[in-house]
């Protein structure tokens, strides 16, 4: 089972372009249907992203990200280079998808995917609006073609 999620927040610009991407994905599944795909718009909830990827042997996480690199930019991840454990806290806010993949390793085991990839698009704005910056939806359509080559192969 292969699993995509898509993380991030709809209503600040560029950090939306994980769960478009999987909105995407989501329509071309309905149309191009494959049993052994999931997707799931996982938004900013890292505990979700634990349960949703439990039970699949290949995860693709796609979310934005903020390092200072070239806006656009697309960086393939290995998952394990990402996975943390989070400090302790009583904020699920405070659990993020980097967090899910240790801890979703911790307690799942070998019920937890081992082929783990994460795309990460750096952002240009992660200000309040609605709409993903020209350089960042471009890229979108990169990591959705991606994700497609992903799914049929």
């Known amino acids: 089972m292969l699993t995509i999620i898509g993380c991030g927040n709809l209503n600040r610009s ?7 991407i999987v ?10 249907p494959h049993p052994n795909v999931q997707v799931y718009d996982c938004g ?3 505990m979700e992203v634990m349960f949703q990827a439990r039970g699949s042997t290949k995860l693709v996480i796609i979310d934005a ?17 990402l996975a943390a454990l989070p400090e302790p806290s009583y ?10 993949l240790a801890a979703g390793k911790k307690i799942f085991q070998d019920d937890f995917p081992q082929d783990v990839t994460v795309y990460l698009i ?3 704005n992660l200000d309040f609006g609605l709409e993903l910056s020209p350089v960042v939806q471009q890229a979108a359509d990169l990591v959705f073609e991606k994700a497609v080559e992903i799914i049929c192969n």
């Open 14 to 20: 560029d950090d939306a372009v994980g769960v478009i």
């Open 23 to 32: 909105q995407r994905l989501q329509k071309y599944l309905a149309e191009n």
């Open 44 to 46: 900013t909830a890292g």
């Open 65 to 81: 990200s903020s390092t200072g690199a070239e806006p656009g930019a697309v960086f393939q991840v290995p998952g394990e280079e």
């Open 91 to 100: 904020n699920l806010h405070d659990f993020r998808w980097d967090h899910a």
């Open 122 to 124: 750096e952002a240009a």
